[in-house]
């Protein structure tokens, strides 16, 4: 699922990022592949997607969460 799937409040791990300098300012930020997130909210008509990673809130572009791919905490066995 992409991260602009999740419901608010939703944690979920991520499995991969977007290619290029997006995938590099993220991972600069702290979010990198097998890291777990919490989808806080996503602001409408296409306004940033803010999660929460270790403490700190981060908003990312909706474009850019549509192409991040999460995986369920559930489904993590």
Do not use: W, Y
Not at 6 to 33: F, M, S, T
Not at 60 to 76: D, F, L, P, Y
Request: aromatic letters at 2%; hydrophobic letters at 40%; charged letters at 25%.
């Amino acid at each position: 699922m992409k991260l602009t799937e999740l419901n608010d409040g939703e944690r979920a791990i991520i499995v991969a990022l977007p290619d290029g300098e997006a995938a590099q300012r993220l991972e600069a930020v702290g979010l990198h592949v097998g890291k777990e997130i919490e989808k806080i909210s996503c602001m409408p008509f296409g306004g940033p997607v803010t999660v929460l990673l270790d403490g700190r809130h981060f908003a990312v572009s909706h474009g850019v969460a549509r192409e991040i791919e999460m995986k369920s905490r559930a489904c993590n066995k």
